[in-house]
């Protein structure tokens, strides 16, 4: 048989079309199923049934409402995140927080009603990992959807504020499949704001002074401890879920051995860090968000070691995303510094 430049060329047409058919189709499946996780969270979630399930630490659930008695107390709460995750839960900005003995939460629909009872958080000898950050964890009942919150803070003196509202909307595990694969950290980025920019490679060597103490000539023992990044994989998978492992190559100082011997002694070997976790996608924001369940390290110096679960998860980071889908940027911005670290698609 025979082929005509005109049947090559037909025949050509024809898996070209069934070949972009395909493409569409899964382009489609994959528009709906992204739409379909994030129509979820458009949930109105029952006030009540949120209330209940909250977890706070130094926080007492009551019955009825706290009455604002005083207009003396200024608060702000407009830095605080409207985003929150599953198990996670937000966290709640209060600038100043020293200043206050604690705070009244409610929990109320955008447009009904408040939820009967409200938690009365201490702020005596509560630990945060920032001083102005209070964290609010969910149970698992409490799914994505979105609610609000009202909180009046409170001082020794039993003056209570005026009351603030904060809507939140809880996020589903993955919603863009755009992002599902495999990245890798490339670089980062460290800018304290009219005085320094610097830029550095994943694959840089980057090194600190350390010292260790000789007890019998009374001096330190000092040595570069340095550290050079080998690979790593960020893998964002469909079902919303995420693994990381980055590997390293160090050269640091045995801080026990030197300080026992008097004598400079280096460990030399490759380190690992490993994390997993969930991640979601908040379309009103386009930004990706890494919410870490587990992590895991094995370094040269053993004593730096450690397996750690997150039984509530903490927020990794929170990316920009760049058009095309070919690479991410993690944001920490503060009023004087911002740090970013870049990903790009493996």
Not at 108 to 126: H, P, V
Not at 161 to 169: L, N, T
Not at 267 to 285: P, V
């Amino acid at each position: 048989m025979k082929f005509t430049t005109l049947k090559i060329m037909a025949i050509s047409m024809v898996f070209i079309s069934i070949l972009f058919s395909c493409e569409k189709d899964e382009e489609h499946n994959s528009q709906a199923k992204d739409d379909t996780i994030n129509a979820v969270e458009e949930a109105i979630l029952d006030e009540t049934m949120v209330l209940d399930n909250l977890i706070i630490e130094n926080g007492t659930k009551k019955s009825g409402a706290p009455v604002p008695d005083s207009n003396s107390l200024e608060f702000d709460v407009s830095k605080s995140s409207t985003t929150a995750f599953m198990k996670n839960g937000f966290k709640i900005n209060l600038p100043s927080m020293d200043s206050f003995s604690g705070l009244y939460l409610q929990i109320k629909q955008k447009e009904g009603g408040i939820a009967d009872g409200f938690w009365d958080i201490s702020f005596e000898g509560l630990e945060t990992e920032d001083e102005d950050l209070i964290d609010v964890n969910f149970s698992d009942a409490i799914k994505p959807g979105k609610f609000c919150y009202v909180i009046c803070v409170y001082d020794s003196e039993g003056n209570i504020s005026q009351p603030q509202e904060v809507c939140i909307e809880i996020e589903n595990w993955a919603g863009n499949s755009n992002l599902v694969g495999s990245w890798k950290e490339y670089s980062d980025e460290e800018i304290v704001i009219g005085e320094s920019n610097v830029k550095s490679l994943f694959t840089d060597k980057t090194c600190f002074t350390n010292n260790g103490w000789c007890s019998e000539t009374n001096e330190s023992i000092y040595n570069d401890d340095c550290r050079t990044g080998l690979s790593n994989e960020l893998l964002l998978k469909a079902d919303g879920t995420f693994t990381y492992e980055a590997r390293f190559q160090d050269e640091v100082l045995n801080e026990t051995s030197t300080n026992s011997t008097c004598e400079k002694v280096v460990y030399k070997g490759e380190s690992i860090l490993e994390g997993s976790g969930n991640w979601a996608y908040d379309e009103d924001k386009d930004r990706l968000f890494i919410v870490v369940f587990k992590e895991f390290s094995e370094h040269v110096n053993p004593k730096e070691n450690y397996n750690n679960i997150l039984k509530n998860g903490a927020l990794g980071f929170e990316a920009s995303i760049q058009e095309d889908y070919t690479g991410f940027r993690t944001e920490q911005n503060e009023t004087d510094y911002e740090y970013h670290v870049y990903f790009v698609k493996n």
